[in-house]
Protein backbone atom coordinates (compact mmCIF):
# COMPACT_ATOMS: atom_id res chain seq x y z
CA UNK A 1 0.00 0.00 0.00
CA UNK A 2 1.75 3.38 -1.17
CA UNK A 3 1.90 6.21 1.65
CA UNK A 4 -0.86 9.54 1.37
CA UNK A 5 0.68 12.24 -0.08
CA UNK A 6 1.78 14.92 2.00
CA UNK A 7 -0.65 17.33 0.30
CA UNK A 8 -3.32 17.35 -2.40
CA UNK A 9 -1.37 19.86 -4.11
CA UNK A 10 2.13 21.92 -3.92
CA UNK A 11 2.89 25.40 -5.46
CA UNK A 12 5.45 26.63 -6.55
CA UNK A 13 6.04 30.16 -5.63
CA UNK A 14 4.19 32.89 -3.82
CA UNK A 15 3.75 35.58 -6.63
CA UNK A 16 0.42 37.16 -7.81
CA UNK A 17 -0.57 33.68 -9.27
CA UNK A 18 0.43 31.84 -6.33
CA UNK A 19 -1.08 33.24 -3.71
CA UNK A 20 -4.43 33.72 -5.46
CA UNK A 21 -4.18 29.85 -6.40
CA UNK A 22 -3.75 29.32 -3.05
CA UNK A 23 -6.85 31.20 -1.94
CA UNK A 24 -9.13 29.76 -4.29
CA UNK A 25 -7.77 25.54 -3.43
CA UNK A 26 -8.55 26.97 -0.17
CA UNK A 27 -12.10 27.36 -1.06
CA UNK A 28 -12.37 23.69 -2.19
CA UNK A 29 -10.78 22.24 0.99
CA UNK A 30 -7.63 21.12 -0.33
CA UNK A 31 -4.79 20.92 1.86
CA UNK A 32 -1.73 22.95 -0.24
CA UNK A 33 1.55 24.48 0.37
CA UNK A 34 2.67 27.01 -1.53
CA UNK A 35 7.10 27.16 -1.25
CA UNK A 36 8.78 30.36 -1.78
CA UNK A 37 12.55 30.76 -2.59
CA UNK A 38 12.54 34.22 -0.82
CA UNK A 39 11.51 35.43 2.55
CA UNK A 40 8.21 37.63 1.70
CA UNK A 41 4.84 37.69 -0.83
CA UNK A 42 4.69 39.26 -3.87
CA UNK A 43 7.34 37.25 -6.24
CA UNK A 44 8.39 40.24 -9.27
CA UNK A 45 7.18 43.02 -6.87
CA UNK A 46 9.44 40.72 -3.95
CA UNK A 47 12.64 40.58 -6.03
CA UNK A 48 12.76 43.72 -8.44
CA UNK A 49 13.46 46.37 -5.76
CA UNK A 50 15.84 48.27 -7.93
CA UNK A 51 15.73 52.38 -8.54
CA UNK A 52 12.31 53.00 -10.56
CA UNK A 53 10.84 49.91 -10.54
CA UNK A 54 7.28 50.33 -11.18
CA UNK A 55 4.19 49.53 -13.47
CA UNK A 56 3.51 50.30 -16.72
CA UNK A 57 0.34 49.26 -16.87
CA UNK A 58 -2.19 51.16 -14.89
CA UNK A 59 -2.14 50.58 -11.05
CA UNK A 60 -5.71 50.27 -10.90
CA UNK A 61 -5.81 47.49 -13.62
CA UNK A 62 -3.51 45.52 -12.48
CA UNK A 63 -4.77 44.47 -8.70
CA UNK A 64 -6.73 41.15 -7.74
CA UNK A 65 -10.21 41.97 -8.64
CA UNK A 66 -11.51 39.15 -7.10
CA UNK A 67 -11.99 40.60 -3.60
CA UNK A 68 -14.75 43.49 -3.49
CA UNK A 69 -13.25 44.27 -0.07
CA UNK A 70 -9.47 44.56 -0.87
CA UNK A 71 -11.29 46.91 -3.62
CA UNK A 72 -12.49 48.93 -1.51
CA UNK A 73 -10.18 49.27 1.07
CA UNK A 74 -6.87 50.26 -1.33
CA UNK A 75 -5.89 53.19 -2.68
CA UNK A 76 -3.80 53.88 -5.10
CA UNK A 77 -1.02 56.65 -4.93
CA UNK A 78 0.08 56.62 -8.35
CA UNK A 79 -1.25 55.92 -11.82
CA UNK A 80 1.73 53.56 -12.13
CA UNK A 81 2.99 52.58 -9.07
CA UNK A 82 6.44 51.78 -7.72
CA UNK A 83 7.71 48.72 -6.26
CA UNK A 84 7.04 49.90 -2.49
CA UNK A 85 3.80 50.58 -3.09
CA UNK A 86 2.95 47.35 -5.03
CA UNK A 87 4.34 45.06 -2.51
CA UNK A 88 2.80 46.69 0.37
CA UNK A 89 -0.38 45.88 -1.83
CA UNK A 90 0.63 42.28 -1.88
CA UNK A 91 1.73 42.14 1.96
CA UNK A 92 -1.57 43.84 2.55
CA UNK A 93 -3.93 40.82 0.37
CA UNK A 94 -1.86 38.04 2.76
CA UNK A 95 -2.40 39.77 5.51
CA UNK A 96 -5.99 40.11 5.05
CA UNK A 97 -6.63 36.29 4.04
CA UNK A 98 -3.70 34.92 5.81
CA UNK A 99 -1.82 33.23 3.03
CA UNK A 100 1.44 32.99 4.87
CA UNK A 101 0.46 30.43 7.16
CA UNK A 102 0.40 27.69 4.20
CA UNK A 103 3.54 29.32 2.85
CA UNK A 104 6.87 27.80 3.52
CA UNK A 105 9.27 30.77 2.89
CA UNK A 106 13.27 29.89 2.23
CA UNK A 107 12.41 27.22 0.48
CA UNK A 108 14.08 27.23 -2.95
CA UNK A 109 12.50 23.90 -5.01
CA UNK A 110 15.49 21.96 -6.78
CA UNK A 111 13.57 19.37 -8.39
CA UNK A 112 9.92 17.66 -9.27
CA UNK A 113 9.39 13.97 -9.99
CA UNK A 114 6.30 12.14 -10.78
CA UNK A 115 5.95 8.54 -9.21
CA UNK A 116 4.13 6.90 -11.40
CA UNK A 117 3.28 3.96 -9.04
CA UNK A 118 1.26 5.82 -6.40
CA UNK A 119 0.39 8.70 -9.09
CA UNK A 120 2.09 11.55 -6.99
CA UNK A 121 4.86 14.17 -7.45
CA UNK A 122 8.09 13.93 -4.81
CA UNK A 123 9.04 17.60 -4.70
CA UNK A 124 12.71 18.43 -3.23
CA UNK A 125 13.86 21.28 -1.74
CA UNK A 126 17.69 22.18 -1.91
CA UNK A 127 18.45 21.89 1.73
CA UNK A 128 17.43 18.03 1.21
CA UNK A 129 13.46 18.27 2.11
CA UNK A 130 11.32 16.74 0.19
CA UNK A 131 7.44 16.66 -0.04
CA UNK A 132 4.96 14.55 -1.78
CA UNK A 133 1.49 16.42 -3.50
CA UNK A 134 -0.93 14.49 -5.64
CA UNK A 135 -1.08 17.80 -7.89
CA UNK A 136 1.64 20.30 -8.37
CA UNK A 137 1.45 23.73 -9.50
CA UNK A 138 3.69 25.85 -10.86
CA UNK A 139 3.50 30.27 -10.33
CA UNK A 140 7.37 30.68 -10.99
CA UNK A 141 6.53 33.61 -13.12
CA UNK A 142 7.46 34.12 -16.75
CA UNK A 143 10.35 36.86 -15.59
CA UNK A 144 12.13 35.65 -13.00
CA UNK A 145 14.89 33.58 -13.41
CA UNK A 146 17.74 36.59 -14.13
CA UNK A 147 20.69 35.94 -16.35
CA UNK A 148 24.36 37.55 -15.79
CA UNK A 149 26.37 38.30 -19.33
CA UNK A 150 28.67 36.06 -20.64
CA UNK A 151 31.83 38.33 -19.86
CA UNK A 152 35.02 36.86 -18.47
CA UNK A 153 35.58 38.19 -14.74
CA UNK A 154 32.39 39.31 -14.14
CA UNK A 155 32.54 37.82 -10.18
CA UNK A 156 36.16 39.91 -10.01
CA UNK A 157 34.56 43.10 -9.96
CA UNK A 158 35.43 43.81 -6.08
CA UNK A 159 32.77 47.03 -5.74
CA UNK A 160 28.83 46.84 -5.31
CA UNK A 161 27.06 45.13 -7.75
CA UNK A 162 23.73 43.40 -8.07
CA UNK A 163 21.97 42.34 -11.24
CA UNK A 164 18.46 44.59 -10.83
CA UNK A 165 15.89 41.23 -10.17
CA UNK A 166 18.27 40.46 -6.95
CA UNK A 167 18.62 44.12 -5.68
CA UNK A 168 19.45 44.20 -2.09
CA UNK A 169 16.78 44.92 0.45
CA UNK A 170 18.73 47.77 1.96
CA UNK A 171 18.52 51.22 0.36
CA UNK A 172 21.67 50.97 -1.83
CA UNK A 173 22.90 55.03 -2.77
CA UNK A 174 24.48 56.22 -5.73
CA UNK A 175 25.51 59.74 -4.58
CA UNK A 176 29.04 60.77 -5.90
CA UNK A 177 29.69 57.30 -6.78
CA UNK A 178 31.19 55.97 -10.45
CA UNK A 179 28.53 53.66 -11.63
CA UNK A 180 28.10 51.48 -14.58
CA UNK A 181 24.58 50.35 -15.75
CA UNK A 182 24.93 46.95 -18.14
CA UNK A 183 21.43 46.90 -20.42
CA UNK A 184 19.00 49.17 -21.92
CA UNK A 185 16.01 47.10 -21.47
CA UNK A 186 12.85 47.57 -19.50
CA UNK A 187 14.68 47.59 -16.10
CA UNK A 188 17.76 48.88 -17.12
CA UNK A 189 15.72 52.01 -18.51
CA UNK A 190 13.88 52.57 -15.15
CA UNK A 191 17.31 52.19 -13.41
CA UNK A 192 19.43 54.66 -15.19
CA UNK A 193 17.21 57.53 -15.41
CA UNK A 194 17.19 57.28 -11.52
CA UNK A 195 20.72 56.57 -11.17
CA UNK A 196 21.53 59.75 -12.92
CA UNK A 197 19.93 61.57 -10.90
CA UNK A 198 22.75 61.51 -7.99
CA UNK A 199 25.35 59.65 -9.26
CA UNK A 200 28.61 61.14 -9.80
CA UNK A 201 29.31 59.62 -13.03
CA UNK A 202 26.78 57.11 -15.03
CA UNK A 203 28.63 54.91 -17.74
CA UNK A 204 25.85 53.30 -19.71
CA UNK A 205 27.12 50.03 -21.90
CA UNK A 206 24.55 49.30 -24.52
CA UNK A 207 24.04 46.30 -26.47
CA UNK A 208 20.44 46.70 -28.42
CA UNK A 209 18.91 49.90 -27.93
CA UNK A 210 14.97 50.00 -27.63
CA UNK A 211 12.01 51.84 -28.66
CA UNK A 212 10.96 53.39 -25.77
CA UNK A 213 7.98 56.17 -24.89
CA UNK A 214 6.64 58.46 -22.50
CA UNK A 215 4.95 56.91 -19.26
CA UNK A 216 3.62 60.04 -17.94
CA UNK A 217 2.54 59.34 -14.80
CA UNK A 218 0.86 61.32 -12.25
CA UNK A 219 -0.51 60.97 -8.45
CA UNK A 220 -4.04 59.92 -7.83
CA UNK A 221 -5.84 62.54 -5.78
CA UNK A 222 -8.66 61.13 -3.28
CA UNK A 223 -11.51 62.54 -5.40
CA UNK A 224 -9.81 61.03 -8.31
CA UNK A 225 -9.45 57.60 -6.30
CA UNK A 226 -12.92 57.74 -5.32
CA UNK A 227 -14.02 58.31 -9.30
CA UNK A 228 -11.56 55.09 -10.09
CA UNK A 229 -12.93 52.71 -7.65
CA UNK A 230 -16.77 53.78 -8.44
CA UNK A 231 -15.29 52.81 -12.17
CA UNK A 232 -14.06 49.63 -11.01
CA UNK A 233 -16.72 47.23 -12.77
CA UNK A 234 -16.58 48.66 -15.97
CA UNK A 235 -13.02 48.77 -16.06
CA UNK A 236 -12.27 45.35 -15.43
CA UNK A 237 -15.14 44.59 -18.18
CA UNK A 238 -13.12 46.54 -20.60
CA UNK A 239 -9.98 44.01 -19.78
CA UNK A 240 -11.99 41.65 -20.60
CA UNK A 241 -13.04 42.68 -23.96
CA UNK A 242 -9.58 44.37 -25.17
CA UNK A 243 -6.71 42.26 -27.04
CA UNK A 244 -4.54 42.17 -24.16
CA UNK A 245 -6.79 42.76 -21.01
CA UNK A 246 -4.98 46.39 -21.33
CA UNK A 247 -6.76 49.60 -21.14
CA UNK A 248 -5.44 50.27 -24.41
CA UNK A 249 -6.54 48.12 -27.52
CA UNK A 250 -5.76 48.52 -30.78
CA UNK A 251 -7.32 51.18 -33.10
CA UNK A 252 -9.13 49.37 -35.67
CA UNK A 253 -8.16 51.57 -38.51
CA UNK A 254 -5.12 50.95 -40.73
CA UNK A 255 -2.09 53.22 -41.45
CA UNK A 256 -2.44 54.41 -44.46
CA UNK A 257 -6.69 54.70 -44.35
CA UNK A 258 -6.54 57.72 -42.94
CA UNK A 259 -4.64 61.37 -44.68
CA UNK A 260 -1.04 62.40 -43.45
CA UNK A 261 -2.26 64.89 -41.08
CA UNK A 262 -4.75 62.40 -39.33
CA UNK A 263 -2.40 59.91 -38.85
CA UNK A 264 0.65 62.54 -37.46
CA UNK A 265 -2.08 64.20 -35.01
CA UNK A 266 -3.13 60.54 -34.16
CA UNK A 267 0.84 59.38 -33.11
CA UNK A 268 1.05 62.90 -31.79
CA UNK A 269 -2.00 62.20 -29.38
CA UNK A 270 -0.59 58.94 -28.54
CA UNK A 271 2.67 59.52 -27.46
CA UNK A 272 1.58 62.77 -25.22
CA UNK A 273 -1.09 60.01 -23.55
CA UNK A 274 0.03 57.82 -20.75
CA UNK A 275 0.84 54.51 -20.43
CA UNK A 276 0.50 51.61 -23.33
CA UNK A 277 -1.11 53.73 -25.98
CA UNK A 278 0.91 54.31 -28.25
CA UNK A 279 2.28 50.36 -28.25
CA UNK A 280 -1.07 48.64 -27.78
CA UNK A 281 -3.76 51.38 -28.63
CA UNK A 282 -1.93 52.12 -32.35
CA UNK A 283 -3.51 51.34 -35.77
CA UNK A 284 -4.24 47.65 -36.17
CA UNK A 285 -1.93 46.70 -38.61
CA UNK A 286 1.18 47.88 -37.03
CA UNK A 287 2.58 44.62 -36.51
CA UNK A 288 1.33 42.75 -39.20
CA UNK A 289 2.30 45.48 -42.03
CA UNK A 290 6.13 46.27 -42.74
CA UNK A 291 5.28 49.93 -44.41
CA UNK A 292 2.83 50.86 -41.40
CA UNK A 293 5.85 49.66 -38.68
CA UNK A 294 8.12 51.62 -40.53
CA UNK A 295 6.44 54.89 -40.66
CA UNK A 296 5.81 54.64 -36.77
CA UNK A 297 9.04 53.62 -36.13
CA UNK A 298 9.70 57.01 -37.94
CA UNK A 299 7.83 59.01 -35.97
CA UNK A 300 9.48 57.67 -32.67
CA UNK A 301 12.93 58.02 -34.02
CA UNK A 302 12.29 61.41 -34.71
CA UNK A 303 10.53 61.79 -31.16
CA UNK A 304 14.05 60.55 -29.71
CA UNK A 305 15.89 63.22 -31.90
CA UNK A 306 14.14 65.87 -30.88
CA UNK A 307 14.96 65.14 -27.24
CA UNK A 308 18.29 64.43 -27.02
CA UNK A 309 20.68 67.29 -28.16
CA UNK A 310 24.00 64.97 -29.24
CA UNK A 311 22.67 63.58 -32.69
CA UNK A 312 25.20 60.96 -32.55
CA UNK A 313 23.91 59.92 -29.42
CA UNK A 314 19.97 60.26 -30.23
CA UNK A 315 21.50 57.44 -33.34
CA UNK A 316 22.66 55.17 -31.00
CA UNK A 317 19.92 55.40 -29.13
CA UNK A 318 17.46 54.34 -32.30
CA UNK A 319 17.23 50.82 -32.93
CA UNK A 320 18.04 49.62 -36.30
CA UNK A 321 17.43 46.36 -36.00
CA UNK A 322 13.67 46.25 -35.25
CA UNK A 323 10.71 48.50 -35.64
CA UNK A 324 8.67 49.88 -32.79
CA UNK A 325 6.65 47.57 -30.86
CA UNK A 326 8.11 44.09 -32.42
CA UNK A 327 9.77 43.78 -29.34
CA UNK A 328 8.67 45.23 -25.46
CA UNK A 329 8.24 48.70 -25.11
CA UNK A 330 10.23 50.53 -21.90
CA UNK A 331 7.98 53.18 -20.43
CA UNK A 332 10.26 56.00 -19.36
CA UNK A 333 10.41 58.87 -17.43
CA UNK A 334 12.81 62.19 -19.52
CA UNK A 335 14.76 58.42 -20.14
CA UNK A 336 16.22 60.19 -23.04
CA UNK A 337 16.93 63.66 -21.40
CA UNK A 338 19.01 61.77 -19.07
CA UNK A 339 21.84 61.43 -22.03
CA UNK A 340 21.94 65.56 -21.77
CA UNK A 341 23.29 65.40 -18.26
CA UNK A 342 27.37 66.20 -18.61
CA UNK A 343 27.43 63.19 -15.66
CA UNK A 344 25.76 60.86 -18.28
CA UNK A 345 28.26 58.26 -21.29
CA UNK A 346 26.56 56.60 -23.48
CA UNK A 347 28.96 53.30 -24.61
CA UNK A 348 27.93 51.29 -27.83
CA UNK A 349 29.72 47.86 -27.14
CA UNK A 350 28.72 47.00 -30.58
CA UNK A 351 31.59 48.79 -31.64
CA UNK A 352 33.84 48.69 -28.34
CA UNK A 353 32.66 45.38 -26.96
CA UNK A 354 33.44 44.41 -23.11
CA UNK A 355 36.04 42.34 -23.08
CA UNK A 356 36.32 41.89 -19.01
CA UNK A 357 34.93 42.54 -15.68
CA UNK A 358 38.08 43.54 -13.26
CA UNK A 359 38.14 43.97 -9.66
CA UNK A 360 38.24 47.76 -10.59
CA UNK A 361 35.59 48.29 -13.50
CA UNK A 362 35.91 46.89 -16.68
CA UNK A 363 37.41 46.73 -20.04
CA UNK A 364 36.01 47.79 -23.51
CA UNK A 365 38.23 46.96 -26.70
CA UNK A 366 39.16 50.57 -26.60
CA UNK A 367 39.18 51.84 -22.91
CA UNK A 368 39.81 50.52 -19.12
CA UNK A 369 37.29 52.25 -16.99
CA UNK A 370 37.12 52.52 -12.97
CA UNK A 371 33.47 52.13 -11.36
CA UNK A 372 32.38 51.80 -7.92
CA UNK A 373 29.35 50.36 -8.59
CA UNK A 374 28.16 48.05 -11.22
CA UNK A 375 24.42 47.19 -12.23
CA UNK A 376 23.37 44.36 -14.37
CA UNK A 377 20.44 44.96 -15.91
CA UNK A 378 20.90 42.01 -18.55
CA UNK A 379 17.48 40.97 -18.21
CA UNK A 380 15.88 37.08 -17.96
CA UNK A 381 16.13 33.74 -19.17
CA UNK A 382 12.32 34.52 -19.88
CA UNK A 383 9.24 32.27 -19.66
CA UNK A 384 10.90 29.00 -20.11
CA UNK A 385 13.88 29.55 -17.79
CA UNK A 386 12.58 29.38 -14.59
CA UNK A 387 11.12 26.01 -15.43
CA UNK A 388 14.81 24.93 -17.03
CA UNK A 389 16.44 25.75 -13.39
CA UNK A 390 14.48 22.87 -11.84
CA UNK A 391 14.46 19.23 -12.33
CA UNK A 392 10.92 18.20 -13.38
CA UNK A 393 10.95 14.86 -14.78
CA UNK A 394 7.53 13.12 -15.80
CA UNK A 395 6.72 9.55 -16.98
CA UNK A 396 9.82 7.13 -17.24
CA UNK A 397 12.23 10.29 -16.49
CA UNK A 398 11.52 12.20 -18.79
CA UNK A 399 12.95 15.67 -18.33
CA UNK A 400 10.63 18.50 -18.88
CA UNK A 401 14.00 20.96 -20.11
CA UNK A 402 14.47 18.16 -22.85
CA UNK A 403 11.54 18.09 -23.85
CA UNK A 404 11.23 21.67 -24.48
CA UNK A 405 14.82 21.61 -25.77
CA UNK A 406 13.52 22.85 -29.27
CA UNK A 407 10.75 25.10 -27.80
CA UNK A 408 8.43 24.50 -25.53
CA UNK A 409 5.06 22.06 -26.53
CA UNK A 410 2.03 22.42 -24.23
CA UNK A 411 -1.84 22.22 -23.61
CA UNK A 412 -3.60 25.82 -23.51
CA UNK A 413 -0.35 26.82 -21.91
CA UNK A 414 -1.48 25.28 -18.80
CA UNK A 415 -0.30 21.24 -19.22
CA UNK A 416 2.30 19.04 -21.21
CA UNK A 417 1.36 15.01 -21.97
CA UNK A 418 4.03 13.11 -19.74
CA UNK A 419 3.61 15.26 -17.05
CA UNK A 420 0.43 14.23 -15.51
CA UNK A 421 -0.88 16.16 -12.90
CA UNK A 422 1.20 19.31 -13.83
CA UNK A 423 -0.76 22.21 -14.11
CA UNK A 424 1.33 25.96 -15.28
CA UNK A 425 0.09 29.26 -14.25
CA UNK A 426 1.38 31.75 -16.46
CA UNK A 427 3.37 29.06 -18.50
CA UNK A 428 4.50 28.80 -22.48
CA UNK A 429 2.03 29.55 -24.79
CA UNK A 430 -0.59 31.37 -22.51
CA UNK A 431 -2.59 34.55 -23.61
CA UNK A 432 -0.14 36.72 -20.92
CA UNK A 433 -1.48 40.68 -21.59
CA UNK A 434 -2.16 42.25 -17.96
CA UNK A 435 -0.68 39.94 -15.79
CA UNK A 436 -3.18 39.66 -13.24
CA UNK A 437 -6.13 39.73 -15.64
CA UNK A 438 -4.61 36.86 -17.20
CA UNK A 439 -3.56 35.12 -13.60
CA UNK A 440 -7.10 34.99 -12.92
CA UNK A 441 -8.59 33.56 -15.59
CA UNK A 442 -5.83 30.86 -15.32
CA UNK A 443 -5.68 30.11 -11.69
CA UNK A 444 -9.97 30.19 -11.95
CA UNK A 445 -10.04 27.40 -14.57
CA UNK A 446 -7.04 25.33 -13.18
CA UNK A 447 -8.61 25.87 -9.80
CA UNK A 448 -13.07 24.43 -11.83
CA UNK A 449 -10.37 21.68 -12.97
CA UNK A 450 -9.04 20.62 -9.33
CA UNK A 451 -12.86 20.88 -8.59
CA UNK A 452 -14.45 18.54 -11.34
CA UNK A 453 -11.02 16.04 -9.85
CA UNK A 454 -12.35 16.40 -6.19
CA UNK A 455 -16.17 15.76 -7.05
CA UNK A 456 -15.17 12.64 -9.17
CA UNK A 457 -12.68 11.14 -6.67
CA UNK A 458 -10.03 11.92 -10.11
CA UNK A 459 -6.16 11.18 -9.26
CA UNK A 460 -4.46 11.70 -12.74
CA UNK A 461 -5.11 14.01 -15.08
CA UNK A 462 -2.99 14.51 -18.32
CA UNK A 463 -3.32 16.23 -22.10
CA UNK A 464 -3.02 13.27 -24.64
CA UNK A 465 -0.29 13.70 -27.14
CA UNK A 466 -2.40 15.10 -30.10
CA UNK A 467 -3.97 18.13 -28.37
CA UNK A 468 -0.45 19.01 -27.12
CA UNK A 469 0.57 18.94 -30.62
CA UNK A 470 -2.48 20.70 -31.97
CA UNK A 471 -2.43 23.56 -29.57
CA UNK A 472 1.50 23.81 -30.18
CA UNK A 473 0.65 24.15 -33.96
CA UNK A 474 -2.17 26.97 -33.49
CA UNK A 475 0.01 29.05 -31.08
CA UNK A 476 3.01 28.74 -34.10
CA UNK A 477 0.23 28.95 -36.87
CA UNK A 478 -1.09 32.65 -34.64
CA UNK A 479 2.71 33.98 -34.77
CA UNK A 480 3.40 33.72 -38.72
CA UNK A 481 2.86 37.19 -40.10
CA UNK A 482 3.60 38.95 -36.73
CA UNK A 483 6.55 40.64 -37.02
CA UNK A 484 7.05 40.21 -33.52
CA UNK A 485 8.20 37.05 -34.21
CA UNK A 486 10.96 37.58 -36.78
CA UNK A 487 12.93 39.83 -33.94
CA UNK A 488 15.32 38.07 -31.32
CA UNK A 489 13.67 38.95 -27.62
CA UNK A 490 12.99 37.68 -24.51
CA UNK A 491 9.34 37.13 -25.93
CA UNK A 492 10.81 35.15 -28.66
CA UNK A 493 12.69 32.45 -26.57
CA UNK A 494 16.32 33.95 -28.03
CA UNK A 495 18.74 34.60 -24.84
CA UNK A 496 22.93 35.06 -25.89
CA UNK A 497 23.28 34.65 -22.27
CA UNK A 498 22.11 31.51 -22.12
CA UNK A 499 23.39 28.09 -23.49
CA UNK A 500 21.16 26.77 -26.62
CA UNK A 501 18.58 29.29 -26.37
CA UNK A 502 20.30 31.46 -29.40
CA UNK A 503 17.34 30.20 -31.66
CA UNK A 504 13.96 31.82 -32.54
CA UNK A 505 10.90 30.25 -31.10
CA UNK A 506 7.21 30.67 -30.58
CA UNK A 507 7.03 30.75 -26.99
CA UNK A 508 4.30 32.91 -26.35
CA UNK A 509 0.37 33.03 -27.79
CA UNK A 510 -0.36 35.99 -29.57
CA UNK A 511 -4.09 35.74 -30.47
CA UNK A 512 -6.38 37.63 -28.58
CA UNK A 513 -7.03 37.09 -24.95
CA UNK A 514 -11.30 36.70 -25.56
CA UNK A 515 -10.33 33.94 -27.65
CA UNK A 516 -8.00 32.42 -25.52
CA UNK A 517 -10.32 32.44 -22.75
CA UNK A 518 -12.85 31.01 -24.90
CA UNK A 519 -11.06 28.09 -26.03
CA UNK A 520 -10.26 27.57 -22.13
CA UNK A 521 -13.68 27.68 -21.58
CA UNK A 522 -14.68 25.62 -23.94
CA UNK A 523 -12.87 22.43 -22.59
CA UNK A 524 -14.67 22.86 -18.90
CA UNK A 525 -18.09 23.08 -20.56
CA UNK A 526 -17.55 19.78 -22.49
CA UNK A 527 -16.03 18.16 -18.79
CA UNK A 528 -12.80 18.41 -19.85
CA UNK A 529 -12.88 15.49 -22.84
CA UNK A 530 -10.03 16.50 -24.33
CA UNK A 531 -8.13 15.13 -21.06
CA UNK A 532 -6.85 11.97 -20.09
CA UNK A 533 -9.06 11.29 -16.51
CA UNK A 534 -8.19 8.08 -14.61
CA UNK A 535 -9.49 7.42 -11.05
Known amino acids: ?7 DAIVIGSGMSGMYQLYRLRELGLTTRVLEAGTGVGGTWYWNRYPGARFDSESYSYQFSFSKEMLDEWDWSEHFAGQPETLRYLDRVAD ?48 SAPTMPNIPGVDSFAGESCHTARWPHEPVSFVGKRVAVIGTGATGVQTIQEVAKTAKSLTVFQRTPNWCAPLLNSKIAPAEMAEIRANYPAMFQR ?82 NHGFGTRRVPMETKYFEVYNQDN ?41 GSFD ?56 WVTDLMRHARDRKIVRIEPTPQEVKAWTDHVKELGMGNL ?44 YQELALAQ
Open 484 to 527: LFEVNSWMTGVNTNVEGKQVRIVNRYSGSAPAYRARCDAVAASG
Open 1 to 7: MTAAPNF
Open 389 to 444: RIDIRGTDGQRLKDRWSHGPETYLGTMVDGFPNMLMLMGPHMALGNIPRSIEHNVD
Open 344 to 384: VKLVDINETPIERITPTGLTTSDIEYEFDSIVFATGFDAIT
Open 96 to 143: KYDLRKDIQFRSRVKSAHWREADRQWVVGLEDGTSYSCRFLITAVGPL
Open 239 to 320: CLETFSCFLHTPDLRKTFEVTDQEREAFWEKLYASPGFGIWLGNFSDMMTDRAANAAISDFVANKIRQRVKNQAVAEKLIPK
